[in-house]
Each structure stands twice: as C-alpha cells, then as structure tokens.
C-alpha cells in the first residue's frame, strides 16, 4: 500500500481537542466534495484519509478522460452548495474574460473539458484547506477488502492484510467500484491498437451504454480507429441529451403510501402536470419524478424499496443520466454509418478480449459485499446514514453513486455535493481511532 501525506502542516497547537480520524472511500469527485464538506462544516481536527484502489485525488481528469467533454453542464457542477453557480463563475473568470471561450451564451450552459472541472475542484479543495492548519490529508492507495463496525469504530481492512480503524468512514466510491473508468479506457484503447493491426479484424465490443461509453467511443473514432464497434447495452439506446430545466414547478404534497404502486400512481399524477407546463418536453417530466421519489421513497417499507431497485433503478438512472447534446448527435452520426451498432447484452467476464467493460454501475452491491451482507437489507437515510434492516451502522456514511444506489432521487452532482453536506453534518464524530497493521 502507498501513503502520501498529502498536507501535515505541523502538530495543532496546543490544548486543541484530539484529532479524529475518518476516511473517505473514493477518491473521485464524490471524495472530494466529501472531504470538502468536511472542511467547510466539521469544526474539530481531524486527519482524513481518502482511499482510491487506483485514482489519486483529481486524476479522473487526467489522460483522455480528461479530454472528455462533462455529462452535466456548468450549472450543474458546483462543488459548494451554498454557491449553485461557482463553477460556472469559475469558469468565466478563468476562461471568458482570457478570451478562451465564445461568450455568446452564458458559462453555465457548457459542457467543459473534465480536466477543467477537476482544476476547478482541486483548486477548492487547496482554498479550503489553506483555511484549516488543524487538518490533515492522507492519500491512499490500496483496495478495501471489507468493513467492519466494533466498539472502537470502524475497521478498514484492505486486501494487502493492512488496515486501520476510523471514528467514521464515508463511502464515495462513485460509478467505480464495479468497472474502474481507468481501466476501461486502458483496455479500449489497447484492444483498438491491437484490433487496428490485424488484416480482417473482429468487432470491438464495448459494454455499457452511459456516459463513460459515449466518451469511450467517440475517443476511439478520434484516435482514427476504423473497425467495426458492437455496443453491448442492455437498454439498446444511446444516452440521453440534456434538456430544459423544471424549476419552478409546483407539486402536491406526497401521499402517506407504503405502497410503491401508490407512490408511482402519484408520481404520474405529478409528471402529467409537468409535462403539461414544460411543453412536453420528457427530460422535465423524468427529473420531476426523480424529486418525488425521494419524498416518497422514506415510506416504503423494504420489501418495496427492493422492488424498486431490483426492476425500476436501471430504467431511471439511463434516463435520468444524461450527455451533451452534442455528444448525442455525434454518436447518432456515428451509428448511422452502419460501422457501430448496437448488440444484445452480455456478460464482459465471460467475453474474449476484444470486449471492453464501459459499464458505469451503482456500487451498492460492492458495498455490501465490503460489509458481508445482502444488498436488499441496505438502505440509507435523508441525512445518509448507511442502514442495515433499518438500523443505522455506526460510523458509516455514503454518498454519491452508493447512495443513489440505494435509494431514489436526483441523479445528478449537485444532489452528490448535498449528500456529501448532509452526511457531515449528520455524523455522530467523537474519540479518536487507532491504527492498525496486519
């Protein structure tokens, strides 16, 4: 395992309380805006430590996936709750006002460069902790092997043996702890170069059908590879553009159902109201539900929540997770060129190597596998909380991809950075934790 202190500006001074350890599971932008959070809200010392199997802190910008355009727009894209429009501010002051970009629309409506995103983030991430000489930042590199709550806190083990207790550990792992986006840029830009060296080629097959993939295949074609590319998806679509906003819409209050049938009967109700007043435009009326179902979704007992998650999750999130609309016309091009097509789902473990994972999936069964339980006994509350049989494991936040795992809602970074808030806020911090090796 490798440590890298990140920061460690000396012992705090003296008689200040004594530091709490926490950890951060995920080093992508859902860790960030987690350690942040803690930054900006969590008033005693501390020492975190986030945890990534691969990524370093702002390396989801680096190589090409940093050339990648963002799935969300500026708008959308603040790592600080309390300023909606920093990022889109941010942005003209370090880029319209030198010329760099075309100010005939406003910053908030681009989709920018993911490296440029991540400069954005890191550099808050120095200005908050410029601010707090009582903070200490560790980087690790090591893959967590299982979780464990005792009466010390809550144990990290990591697969090299090595491991250490924390007072709390949030779970920001994001799309990754399925199919690491790294590697599946690593595995398709190899097999295109071995592919493109052949004399009659078999197909590249990419698996997955959301923004990763889009980045993915737009890359290969730019990169000048011209085989032929099966898309493996199991929802035989491309990922959706973005559309026109739903603020300022009006809803009625939530039925007291605990009943998911119920729920949903309201939910069209709901969105039958929204399309009306957005012009039927389908983007409203899917965010408009996915505003509901987080209302609703805290009186279903469990039996409905699985439901949810076993027939309803992926059909919400493809619809819910959205490109560019750029993005989306390019690959429409590109598959009517007859060169990419799409093709019936399949397993990528049990294809040759020629089948690259661009799946992006919600971690939650990783994290249950982490705990040792079955998925369909989590669940998570409106201050994220990690639940199991509706009781709260102690010392256990989750954030981001794991929560919306978990439970319904906004698919989106801005609902991220306000889960990342609330978990702060909500966690019972206290005694320092001990490390542990072997």
Request: proline share 7%; aromatic share 6%.
């Amino acid at each position: 395992m490798f440590f890298e202190t990140i920061t460690g500006e000396g012992a705090p001074p003296a008689g200040t309380p004594t530091m709490a350890r926490i950890a951060v599971i995920g080093a992508g932008p859902s860790g960030l805006a987690t350690v942040i959070a803690l930054m900006r809200r969590f008033h005693r010392p501390f020492e975190a430590w986030m945890i990534d199997a691969e990524d370093a802190p702002g390396a989801f910008g680096d190589g090409p996936a940093g050339a990648a355009l963002t799935a969300e727009p500026a708008r959308d894209l603040s790592i600080l709750p309390d300023r909606p429009d920093d990022f889109a501010r941010w942005l003209k002051d370090n880029l319209l006002a030198a010329g760099t970009v075309s100010a005939l629309r406003g910053p908030q409506d681009l989709h920018v460069p993911r490296a440029l995103f991540r400069d954005y983030a890191m550099g808050r991430f120095g200005e908050a902790l410029s601010l707090r000489r009582d903070v200490r930042i560790r980087t690790i590199s090591g893959t967590v092997g299982h979780l464990c709550t005792n009466t010390e806190g809550v144990r990290v083990a990591f697969r090299d043996g090595e491991g250490a207790v924390f007072d709390h550990v949030f779970v920001a792992t994001g799309f990754g702890a399925a199919q690491r986006e790294a590697a599946s840029w690593r595995g398709a830009i190899a097999a295109a170069e071995r592919l493109s060296a052949q004399e009659n080629p078999p197909p590249l097959t990419l698996v997955g059908n959301g923004p990763r993939l889009a980045a993915i295949l737009l890359d290969l074609r730019k990169r000048g590879f011209a085989g032929d590319i099966h898309v493996a998806a199991a929802a035989g679509r491309l990922p959706q553009p973005h559309g026109r906003g739903y603020e300022g819409m009006a809803f009625g209050t939530p039925p007291a159902s605990r009943s998911l049938r119920e729920a949903f009967r309201y939910i069209r109700g709901e969105c039958s109201i929204a399309q009306a007043s957005d012009g039927g435009r389908w983007q409203g009326v899917v965010d408009a539900a996915s505003d509901r179902l987080s209302v609703v979704w805290r009186n279903l007992p469990q039996c409905e929540r699985n439901h949810y998650r076993r027939h309803l999750l992926r059909l919400h999130r493809h619809f819910s997770v959205r490109i560019a609309g750029e993005i989306h016309r390019r690959l429409a091009a590109e598959f009517e060129t007859g060169h990419t097509r799409f093709v019936p789902p399949r397993d990528p473990k049990s294809g040759d190597e020629n089948t690259v994972d661009c799946r992006e999936v919600p971690s939650a069964r990783a994290l249950a596998g982490l705990l040792g339980c079955d998925v369909a006994t989590l669940s998570v509350d409106d201050s994220g909380r990690l639940l199991r049989q509706g009781e709260p494991l102690r010392g256990l936040s989750v954030v981001g991809a794991v929560a919306s795992g978990l439970r319904p809602g906004p698919f989106t970074f801005a609902e991220t950075v306000r889960q990342a808030y609330r978990s702060v806020l909500a966690a019972p911090l206290s005694g320092p934790a001990r490390a542990l090796h072997g």
